[in-house]
């Protein structure tokens, strides 16, 4: 089945550090991958679409210069929280699904990456 | 816009009694609907999806849902509970024939498992 793998799995990090975290499609191709944050107890939130090739779009409310998001092939792409502060810390999920997949098809998740920020 | 309700963010249950957890949606159109089960500090692992077709849909662990036009709902039940069983579910929709994956989740529900 589809795998999506996440790196790192957990971070720790100094306020006003800036954090890149992976997501990978280990056995499939994915033109577009999500971004999800998770506060405690909490549902997921959209941050944004990853798209191979060209600029995320983001949700609203979601500082794209303080998230950057790059897709830059088809098994990879990367969630950089820049100058990070505490407030940022949060469980960070990236979903995918194969390239040409119908919308019935399901999102495949990472296993999510949580972000500590001293 | 679609939205998604799970009533309920903590539901307790005893080992071995039904498992009942409601979800309704709003959309203008019956939108794809799924359910995921997160265990603690893990990702979101699918339960099950209804698409078209037959709207009981039988999912993994013995978790079923049955799809409601009328009601708006997607309630996903378990005949008996095991103590495993305890975790968060989300229940989720997404528009359909529209080729996007864009997924909105409800908030959660928090099950717990007495033994």
């Known amino acids: 089945g589809a795998v999506v793998s996440q790196h790192p799995s957990r971070v720790i990090c100094k306020s006003g550090t800036s954090v890149k975290i992976e997501c990978r499609s280990l056995d499939f191709q994915a033109t577009t991958m999500f971004w999800y944050r998770q506060f405690p107890k909490k549902s997921l939130m959209l941050m944004a679409t990853?798209?191979?090739?060209?600029?995320?779009?983001?949700e609203q409310g979601v500082e794209k210069d303080k998230f950057l998001i790059n897709h830059a092939s088809l098994t990879l792409s990367t969630l950089t929280v820049t100058s990070a502060h505490p407030e940022d810390s949060s469980f960070y999920i990236c979903?995918?699904?194969?390239?040409?997949?119908?919308?019935?098809?399901?999102?495949?998740f990472g296993a999510g990456s949580r972000l500590t920020v001293l | 816009a679609q939205s998604v309700t799970q009533l309920g963010s903590h539901v307790s249950v005893s080992e071995g009694a039904l498992v009942l957890l409601r979800c309704n949606y709003s959309s203008s159109v019956p939108p794809y609907l799924f359910w995921y089960v997160q265990y603690p500090n893990q990702g979101l692992q699918l339960l099950l999806k209804y698409t078209t077709g037959a709207t009981l849909v039988k999912g993994i662990n013995g978790f079923e849902a049955e799809f409601k036009k009328s009601e708006t709902s997607f309630h996903l039940t378990k005949p008996s509970a095991h103590m495993s069983d305890a975790a968060e579910y989300f229940c989720?929709?997404?528009?359909?024939?529209?080729?996007?994956?864009?997924?909105?989740f409800g908030a959660g529900t928090r099950l717990f498992v007495k033994a």
């Open positions: 989720a929709v997404r528009p359909p024939h529209t080729g996007g994956f864009k997924t909105i």
């Open positions: 990853s798209n191979e090739g060209s600029k995320a779009t983001y």
């Open positions: 979903s995918a699904s194969p390239t040409g997949a119908s919308g019935a098809n399901v999102l495949t």
